[in-house]
C-alpha cells in the first residue's frame, strides 16, 4: 500500500530554467530547485541555496510529469531558511508581462 504524506499541490508559477553549466533549474513560489534526481515520471529537487552563516537550505519538492503534459508538485519539505529569491521573484514578473 502507498501511502501519500506530502502535500501534492498546484504551482501555477512553475517554471524550468536554465542554470548554470547547462543545468535545469525549476522555480515554484519565487524558490529556485536543482535537480536532484530523476526516476520515471518523478523528478526531485533540492533548494541549493547557501549563505554564508547559515546552515545550507534543506527545503525540497518533487514533480511528477502527467500525461497531459502538466505537473503535479508535492511540497516534501517546504520550509526554506531564507528569503525567496529577488532574482527569480523579478524573472516571473517580466514573464508575466505579456
Ligand atoms: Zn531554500
New binding site residues.
Given amino acids: 500500500m502507498q501511502r501519500e504524506n506530502a502535500r501534492a499541490e498546484e504551482c501555477p508559477k512553475m517554471r524550468f530554467i536554465r542554470g548554470q553549466r547547462k543545468s535545469v533549474q525549476l522555480v515554484c513560489n519565487q524558490?529556485a530547485y536543482a535537480k536532484n534526481k530523476q526516476h520515471g515520471s518523478m523528478t526531485y529537487w533540492n533548494?541549493r541555496?547557501r549563505r554564508s552563516g547559515l546552515p545550507a537550505?534543506n527545503?525540497r519538492i518533487s514533480t511528477k510529469r502527467l500525461t497531459n503534459g502538466k505537473y503535479k508538485v508535492w511540497l516534501t519539505r517546504p520550509e526554506?531558511?531564507?528569503p525567496p529569491s529577488k532574482r527569480i521573484a523579478r524573472m516571473l514578473n517580466d514573464s508575466l508581462v505579456t
Fill in positions: 524558490y533548494c541555496i537550505c527545503a526554506h531558511n531564507h
